[in-house]
């Protein structure tokens, strides 16, 4: 493999990993206003890494349409959106400063679900890692490997809020410190995996391109809107989530513009 492509892959997986470090240097709970800032900064380099780094190259990919460049992108979005929508419907999981299970009844521990949920939308994050790499070794798009460098950076910077707000509840419900730091670790396993698995199935996929770019966009949008949104909204109202989203959307699109 790659080597570029090596460290890319495991560039957002050390983002989660250093995230849910975070439980051996700080208390036993993470401060409300802590985890809305985070969740509202994860939101917004989400939104952002959707719009630069997979709407647009995959509009751009399929310039040839004319008019209708637009259509694969609209088609592979909405099957991003469905295809989370369906997952969240049959995996069991358990969503943040929740008490009601979602998914297929299940008898796993309230820690397992956590991680879970987690699990659930860091699969979609691996395969866009691995198709926007796929994209660039294939030296036939318009990715360029600081467009791949920048995504990479981007997923990096929103799991390593990510890590932490899995970790710290898990040691506040009375899990060690080493334990906790073992399920946001784990949590993010599944990213380099899934990415590994669509590079291997690059040559195939490439074809479709602008709706898989445009699927990942979906399926990271949907995670935004079904749950760091409303997450980030509960409790007394504050405008600190707002300004952090708005951060990290800026520091998403700077980043992916300079570099891309």
């Not at 892959?9 to 802590?34: D, E, Q, R």
């Not at 997923?155 to 970790?167: H, K």
């Not at 410190?177 to 590079?199: C, H, M, Q, R, W």
């Not at 760091?228 to 951060?247: K, M, R, W, Y």
Request: hydrophobic letters at 55%; one cysteine or more; a negative charge.
């Amino acid at each position: 493999m790659n080597v570029s492509a090596f460290y890319m892959i495991l560039i957002p997986f050390l983002g989660t990993t250093l995230g849910a470090g975070c439980v051996f240097l700080m208390g036993s709970h993470l401060n409300i206003k802590l985890q809305k800032a985070l969740t509202g900064f994860a939101g917004g380099v989400m939104v952002a890494a959707s719009v630069w780094s997979l709407l647009i190259p995959a509009i751009d990919e399929a310039a040839d349409l004319g008019p209708f460049a637009c259509v694969p992108a609209a088609v592979g979005f909405l099957g991003g959106i469905f295809f989370l929508l369906i997952l969240d419907m049959v995996v069991p999981h358990l969503h943040q400063n929740s008490d009601q299970p979602e998914g297929i009844h299940t008898d796993l521990k309230d820690s397992i679900l956590l991680v879970l949920a987690v699990t659930l939308h860091n699969i979609p994050e691996g395969m866009t890692v691995g198709i926007v790499i796929a994209g660039w070794l294939s030296g036939q798009t318009m990715i360029t490997l600081s467009g791949a460098m920048a995504l990479a950076i981007g997923i990096a910077i929103q799991n390593f809020p990510e890590g932490a707000i899995i970790s710290m509840p898990l040691r506040t419900q009375g899990l060690k410190k080493s334990k906790a730091f073992g399920y946001g670790f784990l949590s993010g396993v599944v990213e380099p995996i899934a990415a590994v698995v669509t590079l291997l199935l690059a040559n195939q996929l490439l074809p479709f391109l602008p709706y898989l770019l445009s699927f990942a966009a979906g399926a990271m949008i949907y995670v935004v809107v079904e749950e760091l949104i409303p997450e980030a909204s509960q409790g007394d109202h504050s405008n600190l989530a707002t300004v952090a989203f708005a951060l990290g959307f800026t520091l998403m699109m700077v980043l992916d513009v300079a570099l891309a």
